[in-house]
């Protein structure tokens, strides 16, 4: 669990595989969009810093957290890319919508790490407040999207 004042997104550069020859898919919720570009900026930042060449990370928006899936399989089911990165933040509110979305996106993308031979790799932020999230999207406790970008490029190499 994240302490206080620990950020989560150092990497040591020089102990990971390098991307330049990686393809990289990133699926992100406009849900939230405050949260889920920062967690997208982070992660193609991170891409680019480990390697990979910009005309090789390609962006594509959904319209939250329950579409990432679909989005994911189209990607997957394309074979253009090595890795897929979905992000998205759900947000617990009064009523059970948190649970069955975040349970919903969770298995969604297990699936898909069964189904294809092609990582996809989750960021999607399941707060109980909108502070946690800003907090785990370039705030205190790091760019989650950064520690995605890292699980991609090692993936890659898998």
Request: proline share 2%; aromatic share 6%; hydrophobic share 35%.
């Amino acid at each position: 669990m994240a302490t206080e004042n620990k950020n989560l997104s150092n990497y040591d550069k020089t102990q990971l595989p390098n991307a330049e020859a990686s393809r990289f898919g990133i699926v992100v919720s406009q849900w939230n969009s405050h949260i889920t570009h920062n967690l997208q900026k982070g992660a193609i930042e991170t891409l680019i810093d480990l390697g990979a060449k910009e005309e090789n990370i390609s962006s594509h928006e959904v319209p939250g957290s329950f579409e990432l899936i679909y989005g994911a399989n189209q990607l997957c089911k394309r074979g253009e890319v090595d890795a897929v990165i979905v992000i998205g933040s759900v947000i617990r509110g009064e009523t059970s919508h948190f649970d069955y979305v975040c349970e919903g996106v969770t298995q969604g993308i297990k699936d898909l790490n069964i189904k294809y031979n092609i990582p996809v790799i989750f960021c999607v932020l399941t707060d109980d407040n909108e502070q946690q999230s800003l907090d785990r999207s370039g705030g205190k406790h790091g760019n989650k999207g950064v520690e995605a970008a890292v699980a991609a490029v090692i993936m890659t190499k898998f």
